[in-house]
Every structure is written in C-alpha cells, then in structure tokens.
C-alpha cells in the first residue's frame, strides 16, 4: 500500500511588505501560492496534507483569513495536519480555535507529541507551538509505533541556524534518529532542502511557496512525500511565481540624470511584474548629478512587481580631490594625470581609489 503526503511550510498568511513599493502584490502572492499547494495536494491524490507552521502571521490575521485559510483546507478531501509555529502558534485566540475549522483539519495544539495513525503503515507525531517558547521539541521524544513515523515540527535545525539568529524549538539530527522517527517533516526555514542519511530523507523543509525575505537560498513550494514498503522517497516542487532580486547597477563617472537612467533602463530591461529587486547603485558620480527616487520609480519601476533603492554612490570632482594637500590627493593626482594621457585603467582606477577613501566598496 501506498501513501502519498503533499507537505508545506512558511507560508506566512498576512505578512506586511514595508520595504519596497509592490508589497500589496507580494501579501496576495502568498495567498496564491497557498491554493496551489492544495491544488497540487489534489492533482497528487494525497492522502494527507501536513503544514508545518507559520500558515499565517497571528498579529495581523482576522476573519478575512480565517475564512480563506478554512475554505482552502476544506477543499481538500483527505486528513490536514498542522503544527503550529512561532508566527502562529495554538491559543485561544488563534483562528486554528474557531468553530468554524473544517472537520477534516487537525492541530496539533500543545508543545508535546501526539500521535494520529494515518494508517496502518503510516504514523504521524505532530508538535505544536504555544505563544510562549516550546524548548527542544525531540529532547526525549519516542515514537515506537510499527511502520513508517513521520514528525511534524516547526523549529530549527541546529546546523542552519544563520549566525547571530535566535534558534526557535531547536533540534539536531541526532535527536530525530534518537527519538525512532522515520523522518521530520519541518518548517520555519524559508528556501527548502531535504537532508538524507544515504539514500533515505532524515528531515525535509519544503521552504516557503513564495520567497519572503530578501537573500533566502534554496527551493520554494511543497513536497510530495511517498511511503512505500517502509520507504519514503520525497519531491521537491516548485510552486513560486514571484522573484526577490538583488541586483547592482554600476554609475561609472554618471555625468547626468539622464545617464543614471539610462544605466537602469539598461540593467532592468530583463525583469518584470513578478520580479521584486531591491537594486544597488554603485560607483563614482560627478558632482551634482541627481539621483531622484521618485523620477526612477515611475521610470522604471512600474514594469516590475516592486523596487528598492540603495544608493551607494560616491561624488567624485577627480580635479578638485587631485588639488588636496593629502595621501588622497596625491594618489587622485597620480591616477588623473595617468588617465588624461590615455591610460584607461587608470581612468578605471580613479573610480575605486576614491571609493576606497571613502570607505565603500565598488565592485567591478
């Protein structure tokens, strides 16, 4: 017998987008991208959906959602197992309290190990987060039941933990061969992986079905997870539609506003409505050229999904800084007089000795 679970994590319901314009866009993304996780539950003819936390943000959910998040799940015509996370974990006033949750949606509520039989073959431990800090979720966990045992948790693999983040309901892979499971099917790390002993998957995060943040490496969407014989083989798949760049846009000696536009254009010619870049300018500038958000932003940015603006420009007067009676004079000077006799690497140089005096990286 055969069983199939379509798995999905980090979708993050209602979050708010305030670093970019585009962030309307990116809310309803999110929400697409969760109806596509239960078409693919559908189209897959899974006989358990598991979501492994962060469904939604609790501080900004209401009804609206409510309503949304119960009408999707309810679509779907098998089991649902949730384990709550830290952006929405299990209270009284969660939504996952409603009456109104469909009958066929399971929470696992408390920062325990419940056990659902799926079938005879199939056991599924759920962990759920409450608001305040679960601890270590498999630190003396034991799952004996017969057949395949898949743990359902929203926390933090140890050895992916970013530097100087806070780890949330922490565990190694130690401690999931420790507690008996089969495998752990986890959410809370946005870009997806599937970590194996061998051949056989140990712990899977499926990442979230869009990218949320900026700089989130690795897969985005769901996983189809199938047990066979006491084998679990898993899936990858891609659900997301929208794009997080990040993208440097080199200004060499912009004498103009039009240059800087014309730089953009050029740069940004590739992307469109469902990319969201949050763009770089770099390199030297010469004096008083303007650099005008607003004027970029309905120039460029209307063709893309949202735009950022990190302006990392230096204003460089080359004869002014060659006339200073300093190291950064003199080395100016050097370069100038190199570069007005032809030499094009030290007009190229110009650029990063300046930059470098000023205390910012121009790449090339």
């Known amino acids: 017998m055969a069983t199939t679970i379509v798995h999905a994590a980090d979708v993050h319901l209602e979050t708010a987008f305030t670093e970019l314009r585009g962030g309307a866009r990116r809310r309803a993304a999110l929400a697409d991208a969760f109806e596509r996780v239960v078409d693919l539950a559908l189209a897959r003819g899974a006989d358990a959906l598991t979501i492994g936390g962060d469904l939604y ?22 089991p649902v197992f949730v384990a709550p996370g830290n952006h929405d974990p299990y209270s ?3 939504l996952y309290a409603r009456d109104d949750r469909p009958p066929n949606v ?22 759920g987060h409450a608001p305040a800090e679960p601890g270590r979720p498999f630190a003396g966990a034991r799952f004996d039941r017969p057949g395949v045992r898949i743990a ?44 194996r002993d061998g051949d056989e998957p140990l712990l899977a995060y499926p990442g979230s079905p869009e990218p949320i ?7 985005h969407g769901a996983l189809v997870v199938r047990i066979k014989g006491g084998r679990v083989k898993m899936e990858s798949v891609e659900l997301a539609r929208t794009r997080l760049i990040d993208a440097d846009v080199p200004l060499h000696d912009a004498e103009s506003e039009h240059a800087v536009l014309a730089a953009l254009e050029r740069a940004l010619d590739a992307y469109g409505r469902d990319d969201f870049l949050r763009v770089r300018l770099r390199g030297t500038l010469a004096p008083g050229t303007r650099i005008d958000r607003e004027l970029i932003a309905d120039r460029v940015g209307g063709a893309l999904g949202g735009l950022e603006l990190i302006d990392d420009t230096v204003r460089a007067d080359y004869a002014a800084i060659a006339r200073e009676p300093n190291v950064r004079g003199r080395a100016v000077a050097d370069l100038l007089a190199r570069a007005e006799a032809g030499d094009t690497d030290a007009r190229a140089a110009l650029r990063y000795a300046v930059g470098a005096f000023a205390g910012t990286d121009l790449r090339p």
């Open 213 to 219: 943040k900026f700089g989130e490496r690795g897969a």
């Open 92 to 94: 009284a006033r969660a």
């Open 57 to 78: 943000e609790a501080e900004r959910a209401g009804p609206q959602t409510a309503r949304f998040v119960f009408a999707q799940l309810g679509r779907f015509d098998g």
């Open 152 to 195: 359902l948790v929203h926390g933090s693999d140890e050895t992916r933990i970013p530097p100087g983040k806070r780890p949330t309901a922490p565990f190694t892979l130690a401690e999931i061969v420790a507690s008996g499971a089969t495998c752990a099917l986890a959410g809370h790390y946005h870009g997806g992986a599937v970590v």
């Open 106 to 127: 399971r929470v696992f509520a408390e920062p325990r190990w419940s056990a659902y039989p799926l079938n005879d073959d199939v056991t599924i431990y759920g962990f």
